[in-house]
């Protein structure tokens, strides 16, 4: 019989002496630690070893085969290593703890700057210099007309806000091309929200680090794999309930069995807990279920492409793309990986609705596309790709999109909510706890952090 199939048979025991007797059930490694943590992300994996270094008993139970979450450094492939989770440190300051942690290790960065862009025209003319102060002229409008009235209330999309402000029913076909690449290219990449759902009060609520935007040539693992060192991590465990009712301590159910600890710090992504797969019994406080339908969870897809040359300057970091009439949103953002890898690779971003749609596309027809795509930004015709890696966060059933935004009706409080501790007992971290780094490895990082904090000062109190 499969453990899956006895913990069913068990369900009419009562709930403690069914699930600690499966605690000890026969498999060889213990299913009991002081503090089980949920999720080997940056989250779960810095919550962990902040407490095994404090002397407590961890376990850390993950549903893939593999650490690191929403950071997935890829090598199987035939270019060179490519994060298709997180790519970057955003401001990779002294202040930036994962900028430390890199330094601690001696991990290989690489600096790449928005300035080294280039605009291509998505209806196959080349942009002249009136267009080019066009463009210049509306994103500054855009952006105005978000900082000066953004705060001001009643809540609305920022799709809402823009389009009354700049009177886009009024404006030439140019000029709504160019207030939608503004939308999407500035915004939507940056918080993979749709500019129908960003909160216009609250989508840029939060703070960021100063400093460089750096990429790792050898992949964001190698921060993950040192953080992973040493700790009991059992891979391929896949929670489906988290009983936190009784007197004492939590039961967690898994499909290798069930654990059991004395606290238990979740670090699913936003997108899981709106999934409701992984039950809590009792049922969660009313606050914590509001926060979690609230608050957003967006889409950022990359497509890696490895050409067999590199057909675009390779001095350029970013090729932006101005998507023509009908097509808002396809293809916006490129960034080349020929600077710091030296090797013919373009990574294509597509967010928000349209990067939530073609994941049902196959991936010919997400290539065909991109190659379409280029063809037209550089004139004339590209080469097929020799390989391609094609990533779909929303329907990877263990993120269910990419990172948490402040969608319209919902408020910064919410995070505090989803942060907050049930029970004394069921701890929560992940990039959406976080109500000043939401949405990033170090903002993850540091929940991890905080709700480990947490347990070592109730453990004092004690
Ligand atoms: C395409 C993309 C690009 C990004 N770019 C950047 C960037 O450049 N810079 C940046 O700072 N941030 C970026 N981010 C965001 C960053 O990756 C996340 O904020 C961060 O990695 C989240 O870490 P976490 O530990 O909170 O969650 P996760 O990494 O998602 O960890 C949660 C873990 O829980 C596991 N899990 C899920 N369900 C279950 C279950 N039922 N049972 C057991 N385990 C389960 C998951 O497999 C996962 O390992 C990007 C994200 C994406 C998707």
Not at 36 to 60: H, Y
Not at 291 to 310: D, M, R, Y
Request: charged share 25%.
């Amino acid at each position: 019989m499969k453990r899956r199939t006895i913990l069913k048979a068990g369900a009419g025991l009562s709930p403690l002496l069914s699930l600690s007797a499966l605690a000890a059930f026969p498999g060889g490694q213990k299913k009991s630690a002081q503090v089980l943590v949920i999720g080997a992300g940056i989250a779960g994996l810095a919550a962990a070893k902040q407490l095994r270094d404090a002397g407590i008993d961890v376990i850390v139970l993950e549903a893939r085969d593999r650490t690191g979450g929403r950071i997935h450094t890829y090598a199987n492939w035939r270019g060179p290593a490519l994060d298709i989770g997180a790519s970057w440190i955003h401001g990779a300051g002294p202040a930036n703890p994962i900028a430390k942690l890199a330094r601690k290790i001696g991990a290989r960065t690489v600096t790449t700057e928005y300035e080294k862009a280039e605009l291509y025209n998505g209806d196959g003319s080349a942009l002249n210099s009136r267009d080019e102060k066009k463009i210049d002229s509306i994103r500054k409008e855009v952006n105005q007309a978000i900082a000066e009235q953004s705060r001001r209330g009643p809540d609305s999309s920022l799709r809402k806000l823009v389009y009354a402000e700049t009177d886009y029913e009024t404006r030439s076909a140019l000029e709504q091309r160019i207030i939608d690449f503004t939308l999407n290219s500035n915004f939507e990449h940056d918080y993979s929200g749709s500019a129908d759902q960003l909160s216009r009060l609250w989508f840029d609520d939060g703070s960021s680090y100063t400093g460089d935007e750096v990429l790792f040539p050898d992949g964001y693992r190698v921060i993950t794999n040192a953080l992973a060192e040493d700790l009991d991590i059992r891979l391929r465990h896949e929670v489906t309930a988290i009983h936190y009712g009784e007197k004492e301590g939590v039961s967690i159910e898994t499909t290798q069995g069930v654990f059991t600890a004395s606290s238990v710090i979740v670090t699913l992504p936003l997108g899981v807990l709106k999934a409701g797969n992984v039950q809590f019994t009792p049922a969660l406080p009313l606050q914590k279920q509001a926060a979690i339908g609230q608050l957003g969870f967006g889409v950022l897809n990359k497509c890696c492409l490895l050409f067999p040359e590199t057909f675009w300057n390779k001095n350029l970091d970013w090729l932006n793309h101005l998507p023509r009439t009908g097509h808002a949103g396809e293809w916006v953002e490129w960034v080349s990986f020929a600077r710091p890898t030296g090797k013919p690779v373009l990574m294509g971003f597509n967010a928000a609705e349209f990067g939530s749609r073609i994941e049902a596309w196959s991936d010919e027809k997400i290539i065909r596309s991109a190659v379409s795509t280029l063809s037209t930004m550089f004139g004339k015709p590209i080469a097929m790709p020799l390989d391609a890696v094609i990533t779909r966060w929303n329907s990877d059933p263990f993120a269910r999109g990419s990172y948490s935004f402040n969608a319209v009706g919902s408020t910064p409080a919410q995070r505090d909510d989803l942060a907050r501790n049930v029970a004394g007992k069921v701890f929560f971290a992940g990039e959406a706890t976080e109500k000043k780094y939401y949405q990033t490895v170090h903002g993850a990082y540091q929940s991890g952090l905080r709700a480990a904090g947490e347990i070592l000062k109730q453990k004092i109190r004690r």
